[in-house]
């Protein structure tokens, strides 16, 4: 099975398909887009995705864009180990969190987003940058709840879930963008945990081939 990875190392969506990927253990080529110089918006890859968006993967049978959309497919074909639990309850319950960052806190931040409000909007980097961390710190505070009753390692138990490969990637930018992490104790402590396992830290920005130092 031949499969590529179009990503930017650090896009947080790809991202969270790096740490799927490396947490089944499954080969991939990367596919770098420089969201830098706006090589999504470029008709190459558009003809891929219409959207403009990475990640966006490729393997033998189909290309497929959305990063959720793209983990649960990589679940289903290659389901050991399984990122969601076996249970229906439990299973949605995951899920709601994966969507909480992905839906609720990820596009509010996003490139287009900021730089909409730097360029058409007017707002200086400053007013940018409050933006950005008051959505941040509003969507992790409600995760610090759910984090504070988690019984295992990780959000959901022991092993890796779906909604862990997303709150890595989002620690990560509000890291990057200084939000006030120091908030939010019990998801900090998760996220150091999830960071410890090679998987995630082979699929950190920092060591992509496309990272810039
Ligand atoms: N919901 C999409 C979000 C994809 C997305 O927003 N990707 C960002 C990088 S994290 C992107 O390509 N941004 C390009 C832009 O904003 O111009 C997913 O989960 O895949």
Not at 6 to 15: D, K, Q, T, V
Not at 89 to 111: E, F, G, K, W, Y
Not at 127 to 154: K, N, P, Q
């Amino acid at each position: 099975m031949t499969r590529a990875l179009y990503g930017y190392w650090r896009s947080s969506a790809s991202y969270r398909v790096r740490i799927a990927l490396a947490v089944k253990g499954l080969a991939y080529e990367q596919v770098a887009v420089n969201l830098a110089q706006g090589a999504q918006t470029g008709v190459g890859f558009k003809l891929l995705n219409p959207q403009g968006f990475v990640p966006y993967l490729i393997d033998d049978t189909a290309g497929l864009n959305q990063s959720l959309a793209i983990i649960e497919y990589l679940d289903e074909v290659h389901p050991d180990p399984s990122l969601l639990p076996g249970d229906a309850l439990a299973r949605a319950r995951v899920r709601a969190v994966a969507l909480q960052i992905a839906c609720d806190i990820h596009p509010l931040n996003n490139l287009r987003v900021l730089k909409y409000l730097r360029a058409e909007m007017g707002q200086e980097q400053d007013a940018v940058d409050t933006w950005y961390r008051h959505w941040v710190e509003t969507g992790f505070s409600a995760l610090e709840e759910i984090a504070e009753r988690a019984t295992g390692a990780y959000l959901f138990g022991d092993t890796v879930t779906l909604a862990d490969i997303c709150l890595v990637p989002q620690m990560w930018n509000a890291r990057r963008l200084q939000a006030d992490i120091a908030r939010f104790p019990a998801l900090v402590a998760i996220d150091t945990r999830l960071n410890a396992l090679a998987a995630v830290t082979a699929a950190r920005p920092e060591a992509q081939p496309d990272a810039v130092r």
